[in-house]
Nanobody, 124 residues
């Protein structure tokens, strides 16, 4: 089992930045992929970014490329999502996920473990 706890959400003006954190505990993460997904009001859940816990491979949704960066801190067992140049359309609940997913795919069904989510609101 893996427990995931997100933090760092909040209200920010368009053009601003936020850094989301996902603290992981439980089983070893070395064989897992860590992902960020989001669900905006009235929208389906969508893939945002993913990273292999061991290794450097990352993947981003086209809508966030060059604005968002996913990273992890081995010592803190934490995954981060640095979000810059935020837009109102980035408003969503952001979820951290872990699982035996293929980094280059964006299938939420490949992630077995999910956090409770953290709300991000970007005002115009």
């Amino acid at each position: 089992q893996v427990q995931l706890v997100e933090s760092g959400g909040g209200l920010v003006q368009a053009g601003g930045s936020l850094r989301l954190s996902c603290a992981a505990s439980g089983r070893t993460l070395s064989s897992l992929t860590m992902g960020w997904f989001r669900q905006g009001p009235g929208k389906e859940r969508e893939f945002v970014a993913a990273i292999r816990w061991s290794g450097s491979m990352t993947n981003y949704a086209d809508s966030v490329k060059s604005r968002f960066t996913i990273s992890r801190d081995y010592a803190k067992n934490t995954v981060y999502l640095q979000m810059n140049s935020l837009k109102p359309e980035d408003t969503a609940v952001y979820y951290c996920a872990a699982g035996r997913a293929v980094v280059t795919r964006s299938q939420g069904s490949e992630y077995a473990y999910w956090g409770q989510g953290t709300q991000v609101i970007v005002s115009s």
